[in-house]
């Protein structure tokens, strides 16, 4: 079965620099999650959408953004890098359809940012 | 403040034996998820609960809900080397405005070590 996909995996970028995160979701998903997990730490979510458009917010700094496209793969971009910025980043993708049909929420395997 | 708060944060167990790990939350949910996590990689899911349902079963998983105490329960039977890792509780609610499944909110977590 298709999973959650992410790239890249690994990406390693200098502070101040821009970085570009993709998520593909699982077909037929509507919804999409982002998560910042640093060491040792739980999820923290940052933002989501449903059906393209934004649904949620959480702790994202405002130098990150976020959208979905028309094929529901959404990105997050992050500028003005930070070391603390380095932690993994997990995408997750669930299929909600309206009220009273939520589903499981299942995640990609994460791209690991480091910021040097 | 974390929406889900875990016990143990570690625990130590013998192959074959049985492990118990518990999630309280703290407002209304609609669904609760556990996930296993091995370090550095992906959030694999577990098993999903409704707020409408008191105990779920898959393999040698049990899950159960209790929604007056605003708690659930994850156990592990016949435990192998292979279930070493953290487990996490996430919960969700109603989105207001969508009235789909709102974010995923993390417990932080239980180490669970399975030695031979």
């Known amino acids: 079965a298709a999973g959650v996909i992410q790239s890249p995996r690994h990406l390693i970028k200098e502070k101040r620099e821009t970085a570009t995160l993709k998520c593909y979701p699982i077909?037929?998903?509507?919804?999409v999650y982002w998560y910042q997990q640093g060491p040792g730490q739980d999820p923290q979510f940052l933002i989501s959408?449903?059906?393209?458009?934004?649904?949620d917010k959480g702790s994202i700094p405002d130098r990150f953004s976020a959208q979905q496209f028309s094929d529901y793969h959404s990105e997050l971009n992050m500028s003005s890098l930070e070391l603390g910025d380095s932690a993994l980043y997990f995408c997750?993708?669930?299929?909600?359809?309206?009220?009273?049909?939520?589903?499981?929420?299942?995640f990609g395997q994460g791209t690991r940012l480091t910021v040097v | 403040s974390q929406q889900g708060e875990e016990d143990p944060q570690a625990l130590s167990i013998q192959e074959g034996e049985n492990a118990t790990m518990n999630c309280s939350y703290k407002?209304?949910?609609?669904?609760l998820q556990w996930y296993r996590q091995n370090s550095g990689r992906g959030l694999v899911h577990l098993i999903l609960?409704?707020?409408?349902?008191r105990e779920k079963h898959s393999g040698r998983l049990r899950v159960t809900l209790d929604t007056s105490k605003k708690s659930s329960s994850l156990l592990i039977t016949a435990s192998r080397a292979a279930d070493t890792a953290s487990y996490f509780c996430a919960t969700d609610a109603e989105h207001v405005v969508t009235g789909t499944a709102s974010k995923l909110t993390f417990g932080t977590g239980t180490r669970l070590q399975v030695t031979l």
């Open positions: 077909p037929r998903h509507d919804t």
């Open positions: 959408f449903y059906e393209k458009m934004q649904s």
């Open positions: 407002t209304s949910i609609n669904n």
């Open positions: 609960i409704r707020s409408n349902e």
């Open positions: 997750a993708s669930r299929f909600t359809g309206g009220r009273g049909m939520n589903t499981e929420a299942f």
